[in-house]
T-cell receptor, first 113, second 119 residues
Framework: DGGITQSPKYLFRKEGQNVTLSCEQN?????MYWYRQDPGQGLRLIYY???????QKGDIAEGYSVSREKKESFPLTVTSAQKNPTAFYLC????????????FGSGTRLTVV | AQKITQTQPGMFVQEKEAVTLDCTYD???????LFWYKQPSSGEMIFLIY??????QNATEGRYSLNFQKARKSANLVISASQLGDSAMYFC????????????????FGKGTHLIIQP
């Protein structure tokens, strides 16, 4: 079955280190997204990409970077410039038909130790 | 800018009763979409239902229906005959529409409502 795979499920990082979260989809969707979720909060958009080799900043892009070299992959790097990186990170994709909704991965929980 | 407001942080409902989860929105976009997602404790986001701003009829998907009142800018989710498995966080979200050349530019989410179904 098609879907989105995020890895790892849990990730621990020391302060000052960069870390990369993986997001792979086999749905043949053009658009991909990264969201951040803090406890008791809704999701906030970090970055999105509507096509390969192109991406745009979302509402909270500072301290994050992305790449979109392949249609299937949209990795997110949490850099040392991100002041408060501990959060739940969700990757999503869309085929452009809103009636199908956006498909989400199962998330990566990042903890800074 | 778009904004979603969910005013019910938590709700307790008896099993088999109907549930209404409130959602109001604000946007200056002429065309937009409204979504509801369910997030169980495992964390994944499950798409429930979608309503386009120009849709004439309220959306329905099985036990889920969306009570769309455009003039009041509300998009409440109604769950009929609630089940224990409905216990989860529920998020209302919206997107801009009318873009060409690929996907939309993402969803704006509310803070969610924690629904607990009691036996």
């Amino acid at each position: 079955d098609g879907g989105i795979t995020q890895s790892p499920k849990y990730l621990f990082r020391k302060e000052g280190q960069n870390v990369t979260l993986s997001c792979e989809q086999n749905l043949n969707h053009d658009a991909m997204y990264w969201y951040r979720q803090d406890p008791g909060q809704g999701l906030r958009l970090i970055y999105y990409s509507q096509i390969v080799n192109d991406f745009q900043k979302g509402d909270i892009a500072e301290g994050y970077s992305v790449s979109r070299e392949k249609k299937e992959s949209f990795p997110l790097t949490v850099t040392s410039a991100q002041k408060n990186p501990t959060a739940f990170y969700l990757c999503a994709s869309s085929m452009g038909d809103p009636r199908r909704g956006y498909t989400f991965g199962s998330g990566t929980r990042l903890t800074v130790v | 800018a778009q904004k979603i407001t969910q005013t019910q942080p938590g709700m307790f409902v008896q099993e088999k009763e109907a549930v209404t989860l409130d959602c109001t929105y604000d946007t200056s976009d002429p065309s937009y979409g409204l979504f509801w997602y369910k997030q169980p404790s495992s964390g994944e986001m499950i798409f429930l239902i979608y309503q386009g701003s120009y849709d004439q009829q309220n959306a329905t998907e099985g036990r889920y229906s969306l009570n769309f009142q455009k003039a009041r800018k509300s998009a409440n989710l109604v769950i009929s005959a609630s089940q224990l498995g409905d216990s989860a966080m529920y998020f209302c979200a919206m997107s801009r529409e009318g873009y060409s050349g690929g996907g939309a530019d993402g969803l704006t989410f509310g803070k969610g409502t924690h629904l607990i179904i009691q036996p």
